[in-house]
């Protein structure tokens, strides 16, 4: 991978999307990058939770490449969009928490991106919007979808309709980031959030991002019986014997084992 970096930090990753003269815009070799980045961190039962940001101080990603698709057929826009949506699916499938530690410009296919995280966190400077209609387009990476979801639909119409960017404040409010950072100090409050997540029972973190995720395409009670299922399945682990043990004993638990 030349444009994704990987750290591992003990039982968490970092990931940083490395474009930066480019502000980090999606092209092909981004996607395909991001694509096998997802790949290796799946491999790898050591990694409990990753942290995905831009390089850089202005931008997380500021967007697909225009240079790119300015030129793209029907068809051949419909297989960028597939592309793109196959991977950020992947992404926001993956077993373990992504929190996006947003650095900067958020906009079209780098909003999207910070969308398909569990978590967004976000720099004072930062950015977001969905500028397609202004250049003629759609959003293409799950825009349409994911801005409802996560905000309201009318919220959403408004944000992709008018193209209008926002800052990190109103994000805030609308309820796209969960919290805003000083810029020197994001990344710190990233890792900090990771390393919380990776220090509790691995399992049964990845047992609640799956009955929340398949839980909100269900009704509820076909959802109740995806918890129920996950809930069951946590009782014949060795993490939760030693978690509930070291409970009942008054003790602090052993590092939990992801088995």
Do not use: W
Request: hydrophobic share 45%; with cysteine; charged share 25%.
């Amino acid at each position: 991978m030349t444009n994704v970096l990987l750290e591992k930090k003990g039982h968490y990753a970092v990931a940083t999307i490395n474009r930066p003269k480019a502000l980090n815009a999606l092209n092909s070799q981004v996607l395909e990058d991001l694509d096998e980045l997802i790949g290796l961190v799946n491999a790898d039962e050591e990694i409990r939770a990753l942290v995905l940001t831009g390089a850089g101080e202005k931008a997380f990603v500021a967007g697909a490449d225009i240079g790119e698709m300015s030129t793209l057929t029907k068809a051949e826009g419909e297989a960028f969009g597939k592309k793109g949506n196959d991977i950020f699916r992947k992404l926001e499938t993956m077993p373990i928490p992504v929190i996006a530690a947003i650095n900067g410009f958020a906009l079209g296919g780098g909003c999207e991106l910070s969308m398909s995280c569990d978590i967004r966190i976000c720099a004072d400077t930062a950015v977001f919007g969905q500028p397609e209609v202004g250049l003629g387009i759609t959003p293409g990476f799950g825009g349409t979808q994911r801005l409802a979801r996560l905000i309201s639909p009318g919220m959403a119409k408004q944000l992709i309709y008018t193209a209008r960017n926002i800052k990190a404040d109103e994000a805030l409010r609308i309820g796209l980031v969960n919290a805003i950072y000083p810029a020197a100090e994001l990344m710190a409050a990233a890792e900090k959030m990771a390393d919380t997540i990776a220090k509790n029972a691995p399992i049964a973190v990845r047992a609640c991002k799956k009955a929340i995720n398949e839980g909100l395409d269900a009704d509820m009670d076909e959802a109740l019986v995806i918890e129920e299922k996950l809930f069951g399945s946590c009782f014949e682990t060795a993490d939760q014997a030693e978690g509930m043990g070291a409970f009942l004993e008054k003790r602090k638990h052993e590092p939990y084992q992801n088995k």
